[in-house]
Nanobody
């Protein structure tokens, strides 16, 4: 099974930046997607940004595009998320994910509009991002 490990969370003031990284334990094939999700306290898990490895298509949550940039380094199996101009509402646990897989306690997440991506079922443990005003 694919294992995912996130790095780079922390605390920052509003307007600041953070860069998250996710290391995958193995190379994913061209039919796979990787992505970032976030879950704020008391709210559901939502897709932030994703990449379809097959053709490099990139997808963003419409509310976040322009402040967040996702990228992937195929040579190191690393997915990154550059977050700029952070706002207190960005405070959440951020999860790295890859599609297919067994699910998080059996639960899978599908993101509408992320063409080529199956339901996400490989998950990292998450990294906390806290933005203070």
């Amino acid at each position: 099974q694919v294992q995912l490990l996130e790095f780079g969370g922390g605390s920052v003031q509003a307007g600041g930046s953070l860069r998250l990284s996710c290391l995958a334990s193995e190379a994913l094939d061209g039919s796979s997607c990787m992505g970032w999700f976030r879950q704020a306290p008391g709210k559901g898990r939502v897709g932030v940004a994703g990449i379809y490895i097959g053709d490099g298509s990139i997808y963003y949550n419409d509310l976040l595009e322009g402040r967040f940039t996702v990228s992937r380094d195929n040579s190191t199996n690393t997915l990154s998320l550059q977050m700029n101009d952070l706002e207190p509402d960005d405070t959440a646990m951020y999860y790295c994910a890859a599609d297919a897989g067994p699910g998080d306690q059996g639960k899978m997440w599908m993101v509408s509009g992320w063409t080529g991506c199956r339901a996400f079922g490989y998950w990292g443990r998450g990294t906390q991002v806290t933005v203070s005003s």
